[in-house]
């Protein structure tokens, strides 16, 4: 009885404090009249508190998001879908759902008449700003019954989920003789001289048939090298991204992090939708998302979940202990990295296999100004290490278009060819 009497309304309150005071009045009075009416006043909030806490209202809800992966910065809905099951009528309905602040403001809604076994429709928009997995809720009813006496709060729906995927960009164009790193027979793409196309060739096995010797890449490697007539059909590229902490600067969706996640995204859908077999891997060379380069939408959605939910790490320096591509081609995404990091990635690439870069001059996205000759002397420092290994690097910028960074990028593929290392 206490916990119904707690769900009195400010009205409910002063009707039963009305009812006592005229019950005192008429005792005092002698006014059995006056003691009936402050009976029934007196009894009208308690019946009504005790009735509803007794009947328990029901009300059902639903939830649905559309869609249920949004894109940061873009426009998704949800809607509610709130009824009445039980016979009791109920008066006014308040509604509040729980929405992270990322997502907008929290939507509230009040339903004068609630009809029975029908859908009332709410809708209210979002508008997410940070990725991540986002959790939509609870929904929670405030109930009053039609004398506005009592109210009662009820949870109606828990949690749902909603995947803010990063923001991805089109991109355009493919590196030269993209997808000939496959890695799996030690294939090795040469650059045959002035007038001649190149030429992919691999070690002499057993059974090979000796006319299809390649003379020159024999004598330079000291072992017999035989041409491979076609190339593979369908080969990997491996996306590295550097999501450390200490290797990026800014916060909130302006971060160096978040540019690089989002250029990343569109790497990868580019890539695969363009036939691509991608493998996303972190600085680490931790495996986050393995898609081929054929099915559906659901290979898409594998390598947006991952991006969507990864956290910067709190490690110091680049520890791959191995080549983070498996021998397939490799395109870095990297903050700041040391001498040691650059060393760390050339010293497992295999020779003959490309590596690309993008390499991103993070303190500009402190404040500082991303133009070439402003660039920080450890960006450049790094950047000269990577090309003097055979890297084809791109220096990107707060301000840098990720279509204009990927088309440098296709450039100085065909700038520097494919060797690691120098000439074989």
């Avoid at 019954?145 to 995927?165: A, Q, S």
């Avoid at 493919?174 to 060739?201: F, K, M, T, Y």
């Avoid at 580019?270 to 986050?288: D, M, P, S």
């Avoid at 660039?375 to 990107?396: H, I, K, N, Q, Y």
Wanted: proline share 6%; with cysteine; glycine share 12%.
């Amino acid at each position: 009885m206490l916990r119904s009497l707690s769900g009195l309304t400010t009205r409910g309150r002063c009707l039963l404090a009305a009812g006592v005071a005229a019950a005192v009045c008429a005792t005092v009075l002698n006014e059995r009249d006056l003691l009936r009416v402050a009976i029934f006043v007196i009894a009208l909030p308690l019946l009504v508190a005790g009735f509803i806490s007794a009947a328990k209202v029901r009300i059902g809800a639903a939830r649905k998001l559309f869609p249920d992966r949004v894109q940061v910065g873009g426009a998704g809905e949800v809607q509610l879908e709130l009824w009445r099951t039980g016979r009791l009528p109920t008066g006014e309905v308040l509604l509040e759902d729980g929405v992270p602040y990322s997502l907008g403001g929290r939507p509230r809604f009040v339903v004068e008449r609630l009809p029975q076994h029908q859908a009332v429709a709410l809708r209210y928009p979002i508008q997410p700003m940070l990725r991540g997995i986002q959790q939509v809720g609870p929904l929670r009813a405030t109930v009053t019954d039609p004398f506005g006496l009592c109210e009662f709060e009820r949870e109606l729906i828990g949690h749902t989920k909603l995947v803010v995927v990063p923001r991805f960009v089109s991109l355009w164009g493919l590196p030269s003789g993209a997808g000939i790193g496959v890695g799996d027979d030690g294939n090795v793409r040469l650059h045959a001289g002035q007038g001649e196309s190149d030429v992919i060739v691999r070690q002499y096995r057993q059974g090979d048939d000796l006319r299809k010797v390649h003379w020159r890449s024999t004598a330079r490697r000291d072992e017999i090298m035989v041409r491979v007539e076609e190339r593979p059909w369908r080969g990997g590229t491996t996306v590295l991204l550097d999501h450390r902490a200490a290797a990026h600067h800014g916060t909130g969706p302006s971060a160096s992090l978040e540019w690089a996640v989002s250029f990343v995204a569109s790497v990868c859908l580019h890539l695969r939708r363009a036939g691509h077999r991608v493998r996303l891997v972190t600085e680490h060379g931790q495996t986050l998302a393995d898609a081929p380069g054929d099915g559906g939408d659901h290979h898409d959605h594998l390598i947006l979940d991952a991006l969507a939910g990864l956290q910067p790490a709190h490690q110091r320096d680049v520890t791959t202990g191995s080549d983070p591509a498996e021998g397939q081609e490799l395109i870095a995404v990297l903050g700041t990295v040391s001498n040691e990091a650059v060393h760390e990635l050339n010293r497992f690439r295999p020779r003959g296999i490309r590596s690309l870069a993008v390499l991103l001059d993070t303190p500009a996205w402190s404040g500082g100004v991303s133009a070439p000759e402003h660039r920080a002397a450890a960006t450049e420092e790094s950047a000269s290490l990577l090309r003097a290994a055979g890297w084809g690097v791109v220096v990107a910028g707060p301000a840098s278009p990720m279509p204009q960074v990927w088309a440098e990028l296709c450039q100085a593929t065909a700038r520097r060819g494919s060797l690691i290392g120098g000439p074989l």
